[in-house]
């Protein structure tokens, strides 16, 4: 099971950390992504970090303003949000890749496809005066 935390209301311009951690297994086998999806549209993927955390990928819309890391002695994967627009409020997902023993998952990261292994509950993120 993945557990998000670190949504919320925030005003244009403003900051959130959202996190994502497993309960019940550890990440250390599974590259993680973030997907978002506000009212009437798509899921889509917002940020992903390989297994060994060496490389990430970002939606164009995110680029400069959000960044994804992940603590593996903590267990946990974060997506720091700068700079936050209206345009970025939604319920925001983590999921997981894998187990993978053999890749780094960087195929997946770089597609930022929603097929995924594992999706969390999600946490909501508004961005609003």
């Known amino acids: 099971q993945l557990v998000e935390s670190g949504g919320g209301l925030v005003q244009p311009g403003g900051s959130l950390r959202l996190s994502c951690a497993a309960s019940?297994?550890?990440?250390?086998?599974?590259?993680v992504g973030w997907f978002r999806q506000a009212p009437g549209k798509e899921r889509e993927g917002v940020a992903c970090?390989?297994?060994?955390?060496?490389?990430?990928n970002y939606a164009n819309s995110v680029k400069g303003r959000f960044t994804i890391s992940r603590d593996n002695a903590k267990d946990t994967v974060y997506l720091q949000m700068n700079s936050l627009k209206s345009e970025d409020t939604a319920y925001y997902y983590c999921?997981?890749?894998?187990?993978?023993?053999?890749?780094?998952?960087?195929?997946?990261?770089?597609?930022?496809?929603?097929?995924?292994?594992?999706w969390g509950q999600g946490t909501q993120v508004t961005v609003s005066l």
């Open positions: 999921a997981t890749k894998g187990p993978l023993y053999f890749t780094d998952g960087n195929n997946w990261c770089g597609s930022l496809r929603p097929d995924v292994s594992s």
């Open positions: 019940g297994y550890t990440l250390d086998y599974y590259a």
């Open positions: 970090i390989s297994r060994s955390g060496d490389y990430t």
